[in-house]
């Protein structure tokens, strides 16, 4: 099985509400959550009107080519019509 860390990020926009925004692959769970505290104290995290936030992290099985590549890089950032082949 092929199988990495995923973290969900939902984006907050002022007037429109949430919607998704997008996932991120890493190798393991210490590698997720160092990612997820970098992500958050890095401005792309966002401003009262606008900001990304992301969720807990999970395991998910993905395709080989994910794989490798989460494997070779630690951090893999997607968008939510990206990735998720098995």
Known sequence: MNVVVC?????YE??????PDGHSFHKDMETAK???KDFINSPAY????????PGEPFLVEVSKEIYDKVQQENNVWGHVRQ???K
Do not use: Q
């Not at 973290?7 to 984006?11: A, H, Q, S």
């Not at 002022?14 to 919607?19: A, E, I, L, T, Y």
């Open 7 to 11: 973290v969900n990020y939902t984006e």
């Open 14 to 19: 002022r007037d429109w509400g949430p919607r």
């Open 46 to 53: 966002g401003t009262l009107e606008e900001y990304t936030s």
């Open 83 to 85: 990735h998720y082949g």
């Open 34 to 36: 160092a990612y997820i």
